[in-house]
């Protein structure tokens, strides 16, 4: 069973730095690798939206508003993935989920970042920053 864990959040002033990670075990004899990654978060009213994707550690996705602040990043050694989130602004608070999905989905050509491509969820770890 896929088990997907999430850590990093927390509360910090506008314009500062956090740095997410998420761990994923349980692949039954496939590899950490083989599985396209994802960010997305979810602020209070809202739907939940993909923030940043990741496959085979160079295939990258991003929403626009949070290309240059934020890296997606993943160590396969360790199972983990990471984002890197700087200049952080009042409206990046949000729950922050991992997710993952074995293979990839493009959309447009693009690494997806559609909430419905991926299966394997994490519980979320909370972002709030103040301003």
């Known amino acids: 069973q896929v088990q997907v864990v999430e850590s990093g959040g927390g509360l910090v002033q506008a314009g500062g730095s956090l740095r997410l990670s998420c761990t994923i075990s349980?692949?039954?004899?496939?590899?950490?690798?083989?599985?396209?990654m994802g960010w997305f978060r979810q602020a209070p009213g809202k739907e939940r939206e993909g923030v940043a994707t990741?496959?085979?550690?160079?295939?990258?996705s991003y929403a626009d508003s949070v290309k240059g602040r934020f890296t997606i990043s993943k160590d396969n050694s360790k199972n983990t993935l990471y984002l890197e989130m700087n200049s952080l602004k009042p409206e990046d608070t949000a729950m922050y989920y991992c997710?993952?999905?074995?293979?990839?989905?493009?959309?447009?050509?693009?690494?997806?970042?559609?909430?419905?491509?991926?299966?394997?969820w994490g519980q979320g770890t909370q972002v709030t920053v103040s301003s």
């Open positions: 997710a993952g999905v074995h293979g990839y989905v493009l959309r447009s050509k693009c690494l997806s970042r559609t909430v419905a491509d991926f299966g394997y």
């Open positions: 349980g692949f039954s004899g496939l590899t950490f690798g083989d599985y396209a």
């Open positions: 990741i496959y085979g550690g160079s295939t990258t």
